[in-house]
């Protein structure tokens, strides 16, 4: 076992807790002692509440000694992107307007996290209202990466990459909109799940698309995302949009081999136009699933380029209509590419919004019909890995939309069908940068996502490399 709990994944350092070979304190003072090291550099936390956590460690420490166990993650200490309230707590969402705003309810995901157990460190950096995907913020400054702080980690979770990579946290709740959990995972070279739309309540989580957002799980591996997943999902009296009915045995799917299972990797558009080292990447990801006894089955998908457009077209109408009050009284107080970005969704027609949602329902029937014959299907989460911070701080400049269209162009269309995707690390540059995978599966089946994604991991290293 590692000298330095903050360096073992989550579920390893939850039953070391349980087991009592690490306290509470032991575990939430190595995570502290990372973060002070590491946060000058990287900027990833908005909060750190260092004599709160040793605290809350001390009362774990104290319960489980009368042998009062919280739930799964007794005593662990992580932190989530600071878009999800807890009451009493600052919740920023990133921007200058609501610098001061103090929660006064506790999200239902975070809630769920804090019955199981854990213990809170503070709160993580984010893109202004989540709506961006570099990870740069004019308020507070950019997030930058552990493996490589003059380059971008990615956004909107901007901050939950950074840390769950630099082993700030073991894990940190993120929000997945156009790509906001695919992204940081990628580009920061750590395990992150977008759930299925309706598989996680959203309740008390600051919104964006209301017909897109979903809530999710940047972790070290897929293990970690599978136990998080199965304490977070189910029904939710406060949002109508959770899906009732039993949680599946997420962790159980993570110990079943992929032998048998069949992999498509599509024919065009994600294949398209990839960085040579990318394509690479995926070559070796796809020969690594084919020894682990997976069939790999070539797929021809819809025009994915329609469902890009479309649903940056939705994203833009709602995040709109969501800022509609802020926009006409406190104009100035956003930065300039996400006013610029909101502004735009004001002028898209009613009846374009409205026949891009009336297509969505064909537009998965479609999907779901081309991979009918495989299991999940494999693709980069971006043509690239992670640009400069300074190459892609673009701002509201002409070039702005086609740095944001070709960072998220792989990572839209999921979004809009409300399908789940596991980014998994892949590999290296040879400049030393993350590279990620994306599974895309059938709605619902993030267990076999979780199958996949661990199993890949059981066969490399990538996601336990640790920044220097």
């Given at each position: 076992?590692?000298?330095?709990?903050?360096?073992?994944?989550?579920?390893?350092?939850a039953?070391?807790?349980?087991q009592?070979?690490?306290?509470?304190?032991?575990?939430?003072?190595s995570?502290l002692d990372?973060?002070?090291?590491?946060?000058?550099?990287l900027?990833?936390?908005?909060?750190i509440e260092?004599d709160?956590?040793?605290a809350a460690?001390d009362?774990?420490?104290?319960a489980?000694?009368?042998?009062?166990?919280?739930g799964?993650l007794?005593?662990?200490?992580?932190?989530?992107k600071?878009?999800?309230?807890?009451?009493?707590k600052?919740?920023t969402?990133?921007?200058k307007?609501r610098?001061?705003?103090v929660?006064?309810?506790?999200?239902t995901a975070?809630?769920?996290?804090k019955?199981?157990?854990t213990?809170r460190?503070?709160?993580?950096?984010?893109?202004e209202f989540?709506?961006?995907?570099?990870?740069?913020n004019t308020?507070y400054?950019?997030?930058?990466n552990?493996?490589a702080p003059d380059?971008?980690?990615?956004?909107?979770?901007?901050?939950?990459?950074?840390?769950v990579?630099?082993?700030?946290?073991?894990?940190?709740?993120g929000?997945d909109?156009?790509?906001s959990i695919?992204?940081?995972?990628?580009?920061c070279?750590?395990?992150?799940l977008?759930?299925?739309?309706?598989?996680i309540?959203?309740?008390g989580?600051?919104?964006?698309?209301q017909?897109?957002?979903?809530?999710?799980p940047?972790?070290?591996?897929?293990e970690?995302c599978?136990?998080?997943?199965?304490l977070?999902?189910?029904?939710?009296?406060h949002?109508?949009?959770?899906?009732?009915?039993?949680?599946?045995?997420?962790?159980?799917?993570t110990r079943?081999?992929?032998?048998?299972?069949t992999?498509?990797i599509?024919?065009?558009f994600y294949?398209?136009?990839?960085?040579?080292e990318?394509?690479?990447?995926?070559?070796?990801?796809v020969a690594v699933?084919k020894r682990?006894?997976?069939?790999?089955a070539p797929?021809?998908l819809p025009?994915?380029?329609?469902?890009?457009?479309?649903?940056?077209?939705?994203?833009a109408?709602e995040?709109?209509?969501?800022?509609k009050r802020?926009l006409?009284?406190?104009?100035?107080d956003?930065?300039?590419q996400?006013?610029?970005?909101?502004?735009?969704g004001l002028?898209?027609p009613?009846?374009?919004y409205?026949?891009?949602m009336?297509?969505?329902g064909p537009?998965?029937a479609?999907?779901?019909?081309?991979?009918?014959?495989v299991d999940?299907?494999?693709?980069?989460?971006?043509?690239?890995?992670a640009?400069?911070?300074?190459?892609?701080?673009v701002?509201n400049?002409p070039?702005?939309?086609?740095?944001?269209?070709?960072?998220?162009?792989?990572?839209?269309?999921i979004?809009?069908?409300?399908?789940?995707?596991?980014?998994?690390?892949a590999?290296?540059t040879r400049?030393?940068l993350?590279?990620g995978?994306?599974?895309?599966?059938?709605?619902?089946d993030?267990?076999?996502?979780?199958?996949?994604?661990?199993?890949?991991?059981?066969?490399?290293?990538?996601?336990?490399r640790v920044p220097k």
């Amino acid at each position: 076992m590692s000298a330095e709990p903050a360096l073992l994944s989550l579920t390893a350092v939850a039953r070391a807790i349980a087991q009592k070979r690490f306290s509470s304190r032991e575990v939430t003072q190595s995570c502290l002692d990372r973060i002070a090291q590491w946060q000058p550099r990287l900027n990833a936390f908005m909060a750190i509440e260092a004599d709160a956590a040793l605290a809350a460690a001390d009362a774990a420490d104290a319960a489980s000694a009368k042998g009062k166990i919280s739930g799964p993650l007794h005593g662990v200490p992580l932190a989530h992107k600071d878009m999800y309230y807890e009451a009493g707590k600052i919740v920023t969402c990133g921007s200058k307007i609501r610098r001061d705003f103090v929660a006064t309810t506790t999200s239902t995901a975070l809630q769920r996290l804090k019955d199981a157990g854990t213990v809170r460190l503070g709160s993580l950096q984010m893109v202004e209202f989540a709506y961006g995907p570099t990870g740069h913020n004019t308020h507070y400054g950019p997030v930058h990466n552990p493996f490589a702080p003059d380059h971008i980690t990615g956004g909107s979770s901007s901050g939950s990459g950074s840390a769950v990579a630099a082993r700030l946290t073991f894990a940190a709740l993120g929000s997945d909109t156009g790509g906001s959990i695919r992204m940081p995972a990628h580009f920061c070279g750590v395990t992150g799940l977008k759930t299925t739309y309706g598989r996680i309540s959203r309740a008390g989580a600051m919104p964006l698309s209301q017909s897109l957002d979903t809530v999710g799980p940047l972790a070290r591996t897929a293990e970690d995302c599978a136990l998080l997943l199965g304490l977070m999902a189910g029904a939710d009296p406060h949002d109508p949009t959770a899906i009732a009915g039993p949680v599946p045995d997420y962790k159980a799917a993570t110990r079943e081999s992929i032998k048998g299972l069949t992999i498509g990797i599509p024919t065009a558009f994600y294949v398209d136009d990839l960085d040579s080292e990318v394509a690479k990447i995926l070559d070796e990801t796809v020969a690594v699933l084919k020894r682990e006894g997976a069939t790999i089955a070539p797929v021809e998908l819809p025009d994915q380029r329609q469902l890009t457009a479309v649903c940056q077209l939705v994203l833009a109408v709602e995040a709109a209509a969501l800022h509609k009050r802020w926009l006409i009284e406190r104009p100035g107080d956003y930065g300039p590419q996400v006013l610029m970005r909101l502004q735009n969704g004001l002028a898209i027609p009613g009846v374009s919004y409205l026949e891009a949602m009336r297509w969505r329902g064909p537009a998965l029937a479609a999907f779901n019909a081309a991979t009918a014959g495989v299991d999940v299907v494999i693709a980069p989460v971006a043509p690239v890995a992670a640009p400069t911070i300074a190459e892609s701080d673009v701002g509201n400049s002409p070039d702005a939309e086609a740095v944001i269209q070709r960072l998220t162009r792989f990572t839209r269309p999921i979004n809009y069908l409300g399908l789940p995707s596991l980014a998994i690390p892949a590999g290296f540059t040879r400049a030393g940068l993350p590279v990620g995978m994306q599974l895309i599966g059938r709605s619902f089946d993030e267990a076999m996502l979780l199958r996949i994604g661990a199993a890949f991991q059981r066969a490399t290293d990538f996601h336990g490399r640790v920044p220097k």
